[in-house]
C-alpha cells in the first residue's frame, strides 16, 4: 500500500478527501494529514508517504519553499498541489520543482481520481536515478533560500536548525545540500556572509572594531577578529588601513 499525506488549512478539505476518495481502489492509505506547512513537515518525516495532496498558499507559510524542502528530502515522493491561487508563474515554479499535478480549487473529483493514479503509475515504475534528477531543482531552490535568509538575518544568533525550519528540511538534509550546491558548510557560508558585510561597515572610521563585530552578528570580539583573519589573511585593523591608504 503507498502512503499518502493530506495538508491543507482548511480541515473540511482534508477530512473530505481522507473519507471520499477511495484509495484502496488504488492501492492507497491515508496515513497522515496536516492543517499547516510546519506541522505538515513534521508529520512527513514521520509517516514517510509516497503520495502528497497539499495546498500551497497557507496563511503566514511560503508553500513553494515548503514544497521545494519535501521534493528534496523525498525525492521519490509524488505530489499533486490543490490550490484556489490563480498565478501562472506561481504554478510554472510549481512545476518545475517536479509537482505531478497542479489543481485549482474547487477541484473536481475526477481530476482528483486522475491526479492520484498518476502518482500511482509513476511510483510502479520510478528509477531511483530518475527521481534524483527530479530533485535538484527542488535542491537548488532550498539552498538559495537559505542563503538568502542568512543574509537577511545574519545579525542574529543563527543556527542551522533555525534555518532549516524556515526552509522546511531536516538540518541533516540541509547541511547536505549546501555541501553539495556551494562546497561550503553551514558555518563557512554563514561567516562569509558576516565578514563581507564587516568589510563594507571598517570603510565607516567612526565604527570600532568590536562594534563592527556586534552588528554582524558576532558577540566575542575575539571570535570575530579571528574569523576576519582567517578569512582575509590579515586583522579587521589592516583593512581598514588598507582602505585609506
Not at 556572509?193 to 556586534?214: F, T, V
Request: aromatic share 8%; net charge negative.
Amino acid at each position: 500500500m503507498y502512503r499518502v499525506a493530506l495538508i491543507d488549512d482548511e480541515n473540511i478539505i482534508v477530512e473530505g478527501l481522507r473519507r471520499v476518495v477511495k484509495w484502496a481502489d488504488y492501492g492507497c492509505q491515508v496515513a497522515g494529514t496536516a492543517n499547516d506547512a510546519a506541522t505538515g513537515a513534521d508529520m512527513i518525516r514521520t509517516v514517510n508517504p509516497h503520495i502528497l495532496f497539499t495546498d500551497i498558499r497557507m496563511p503566514g507559510e511560503d508553500g513553494l519553499v515548503m514544497l521545494a524542502g519535501l521534493r528534496s528530502e523525498y525525492p521519490n515522493m509524488q505530489v499533486t498541489v490543490m490550490t484556489g491561487y490563480r498565478d501562472f508563474a506561481y504554478a510554472q515554479e510549481a512545476i518545475r520543482l517536479g509537482v505531478a499535478r497542479f489543481l485549482l480549487k474547487p477541484t473536481k473529483m475526477d481530476e482528483i481520481n486522475e491526479a492520484l493514479q498518476t502518482m500511482v503509475s509513476r511510483l510502479d515504475k520510478l528509477p531511483p536515478e530518475e527521481a534524483e534528477e527530479q530533485s535538484q531543482s527542488a535542491g537548488s531552490f532550498i539552498v538559495d533560500q537559505a542563503c538568502a535568509y542568512m543574509q537577511s538575518h545574519h545579525r542574529e544568533k543563527l543556527t542551522l536548525q533555525a534555518v532549516a525550519d524556515c526552509c522546511y528540511v531536516s538540518q541533516w538534509h540541509l547541511s547536505k545540500l549546501l555541501n553539495r550546491y556551494t562546497g561550503k558548510s553551514f558555518y563557512d557560508i554563514l561567516n562569509a556572509i558576516r565578514i563581507q558585510k564587516a568589510k563594507e561597515l571598517l570603510e565607516d572610521p567612526s565604527l570600532k572594531i568590536g562594534e563592527i563585530g556586534e552588528r554582524v552578528g558576532y558577540a566575542n570580539t575575539a571570535h570575530f577578529a579571528r574569523t576576519f583573519k582567517k578569512l582575509e589573511g590579515m586583522s579587521a585593523n589592516e583593512f581598514r588601513n588598507s582602505l585609506h591608504r
